[in-house]
């Protein structure tokens, strides 16, 4: 049985393992239901799980209203906006595509933290950028599959990676006051499903609600996502952070897209062509050079999708 250092990196692989295979299983849902319905459902169940442990570890924590209006930014911009975008997206485009451009994550970050809140801008940074962005327009720009179809998609998952940067930073400034991080993740995570919800009943009305048919398989799917996922998935990363810092934890995020590609393949019969390996590669590079000599690094404490 592994044990200190060796039981976080065992937790970590199983955590990104974790993460490329929720871009499948979005997918896989939204082949059944509405995007906004996936996220409507998937995020209150995730954010009830993540709630009982901070009842457990901290009781009714009550934020301040400074820290409310944040948390409400974060759960409006980094939960509802991206959980709806993340939705479409993988819905028009295949799982490979969509996790190679969720994997420009951590240099998007750098690159914003340095325009807004003043992190140094770096050669290696600017160069791992170029890299990371090489590789995902080679593979969107590809003549490989119906590129028309697949554009549209491509695009709209560039988007929910750039909600997820922004509501990150607004993470960083928010953890700057007095406030857990496993409350952060467990109360925005609620603020945006309520906010998906109330969506939900003003585009289509209550009775949507009783037009869901889910088979057997579908519904485990959704609970594996929303329970194992993101909420399980999200205590293991926010642990791995503390454990080992969030520059070696950034490190673990190169295996999100070889998860999604296998699970495309083997899940949903999707085709990888050589372009999406270079394009991997390249992306891959990028944020490792990106991660080089970089005393400190922004990444986001409460990574989930």
């Not at 209006?69 to 939705?87: A, E, M, T, Y």
């Not at 485009?93 to 340095?114: F, G, M, R, V």
Request: glycine share 10%; aromatic share 10%.
């Amino acid at each position: 049985m592994p044990t200190g250092k060796k039981l976080t990196y065992l937790i970590l692989v199983l955590v990104v393992l974790s993460w490329g295979l929720n871009v499948v299983m979005i997918k896989f849902l939204t082949q059944n239901m509405s995007p906004i319905l996936v996220a409507a459902i998937r995020m209150p169940l995730a954010g009830i799980v993540l709630l009982f442990f901070v009842l457990k570890k901290y009781g009714l924590y009550n934020p301040s209203k400074k820290q409310w209006r944040l948390l409400f930014c974060i759960g409006l911009i980094s939960v509802c906006l991206h959980q709806l975008l993340l939705g479409y997206g993988v819905s028009v485009t295949s799982s490979a595509n969509a996790s190679l451009i969720l994997a420009l994550n951590p240099l998007t970050t750098a690159l914003l933290a340095s325009i807004f809140v003043e992190e140094k801008f770096t050669r290696n940074l600017g160069f791992g950028i170029l890299l990371g962005f090489a590789g995902v327009v080679l593979v969107v720009f590809s003549k490989s599959g119906t590129v028309e179809f697949s554009l549209i998609g491509d695009v709209i998952m560039l988007l929910a990676m750039l909600t997820y940067v922004i509501g990150g930073l607004l993470i960083k400034k928010l953890l700057e006051t007095p406030i857990p991080t496993l409350v952060v993740t467990a109360y925005s995570t609620l603020i945006g499903g309520i906010l998906l919800n109330l969506g939900t009943l003003v585009s289509f009305g209550p009775s949507v609600y009783g037009q869901i048919h889910l088979s057997s398989t579908a519904v485990l799917v959704l609970l594996l996502s929303a329970w194992g996922a993101t909420a399980l998935g999200t205590l293991g990363w926010n642990d791995g952070i503390k454990q080992l810092g969030a520059n070696r934890t950034a490190m673990f995020l190169n295996g999100m897209p070889f998860a999604s590609m296998f699970g495309g393949v083997v899940f949903l019969n999707e085709k990888i062509a050589g372009i999406h390996f270079l394009a991997l590669i390249l992306t891959t590079l990028g944020i490792v050079i990106g991660s080089i000599s970089k005393k400190k690094v922004i990444l986001l404490e409460s990574y989930k999708i």
